[in-house]
Nanobody, 123 residues
Framework: VQLQAFGGGLVQAGGYLRLSCEVS????????MGWVRQAPGEEREFVAG????????WYSDSVKGRFTIARDNVKNTVYLQMNSLTPEDTAVYYC?????????????????WGEGTQVTVSS
């Protein structure tokens, strides 16, 4: 199983980035997908998640209204559109997959993790 994330980089505050995560080696449509981030010196934090069967989405309060998660079940890809970025969004962003959205949201025993992509927002 591989979860390969793309799209990280350096952006100024107020800017935007779009992360992509290409998934292989599992039945994509049967997995909930999510994004988790970890800032320097901080614990990992749930960012956003999307269900596998009706594409219902969840967001942390810190990104709600600014970030949008979406999935393409044909391309086996999940996206995270990040707008109005702030320096507090600086972190390594990980793509994750699990059959349980609750596991993703609580960061509990998540089945699969990608390697992460660095997002840096300058002030």
């Amino acid at each position: 199983v591989q979860l390969q994330a793309f799209g990280g980089g350096l952006v100024q505050a107020g800017g935007y980035l779009r992360l992509s995560c290409e998934v292989s080696g599992l039945t994509f449509m049967r997995y909930c997908m999510g994004w988790v981030r970890q800032a320097p010196g901080e614990e990992r934090e749930f960012v956003a998640g999307v269900q596998w069967f009706v594409s219902t989405t969840w967001y942390s309060d810190s990104v709600k209204g600014r970030f949008t998660i979406a999935r393409d079940n044909v391309k086996n890809t999940v996206y995270l559109q990040m707008n109005s970025l702030t320096p507090e969004d600086t972190a390594v962003y990980y793509c994750v997959a699990d059959t349980s959205m609750n596991n993703i949201m609580t960061l509990t025993d998540i089945d699969y993790w990608g390697e992460g992509t660095q997002v840096t927002v300058s002030s």
